[in-house]
C-alpha cells in the first residue's frame, strides 16, 4: 500500500512540475543581430556562423556581411544581396519580401537533406548600416509548412545594426 501511495504522489508531482514550465521571451544579440525567441532556445558557439541559437525544434543561424566588401561584386541592394545568396547556395527558391512599417527583409524557403535528414529553411536577409544580414530558421522539412507563421512572427523581432 505505501507503495501504490508512493508511486501515486510521485506522478502528481511530476505532472505539477511539467504543468509549472513556462515558456517566456528570451532575445538574443551577436554580430550587430538582436532577436527575441523563447526561452527554449539556448545559444552556442560554433565555428559557421557568430550566432547560433537552438532548440528542441528549431534552429536560428545568424551572420553579416560588409556592404564594402560586397560592392567590388557589384552587390549594392538587398535584392542583389538575397540573390546572390540563393545562388551561391545552388537554391532556386523564389524570394519574397516583407514590408510592414519599418520592417522591410527578404526571405525564401528552401529545403536540404544533411546526413540523410531532410531539412527546411526560412532564408532571411536585411540590410543594416553597413552590413548585409544573412540569418535562416530550421526544423525538419515536415515541419516548416506549420513552422512558417511563427518564424515570420520571430523575424519580426530582429533588430540589425
Keep these: 500500500m505505501k507503495k501504490l501511495l508512493f508511486l501515486v504522489v510521485l506522478v502528481f ?6 504543468g509549472c514550465t513556462v515558456i517566456s521571451d528570451k532575445e538574443f544579440t551577436a554580430a550587430g543581430i538582436t532577436i527575441t525567441l523563447d526561452n527554449t532556445f539556448t545559444q552556442k558557439e560554433v565555428v559557421q556562423a557568430p550566432l547560433y541559437l537552438e532548440s528542441l525544434d ?10 564594402s566588401s560586397l560592392f567590388a561584386y557589384g552587390i549594392d541592394t538587398l535584392a542583389e544581396y538575397t540573390q546572390a545568396v540563393i545562388s551561391n547556395a545552388g537554391h532556386d527558391s523564389e524570394v519574397l519580401t516583407f514590408n510592414e512599417g519599418e520592417i522591410t527583409f ?8 544533411v546526413e ?4 527546411g529553411y526560412m532564408l532571411i ?3 543594416g548600416a553597413d552590413y548585409f544580414y544573412t540569418m535562416n530558421f530550421g526544423c525538419l522539412e515536415k515541419n516548416l ?4 507563421d511563427q518564424y515570420i512572427d520571430w523575424v519580426k523581432t530582429i533588430i540589425v545594426a
Design 58 to 67: 528549431h534552429i536560428f543561424i545568424g551572420l553579416r556581411e560588409s556592404k
Design 125 to 127: 536577409c536585411m540590410e
Design 13 to 18: 508531482t511530476l505532472f505539477a512540475l511539467v
Design 145 to 148: 509548412d506549420g513552422n512558417k
Design 106 to 113: 527578404m526571405y525564401a524557403y528552401y529545403e536540404a537533406t
Design 116 to 119: 540523410d535528414q531532410d531539412f
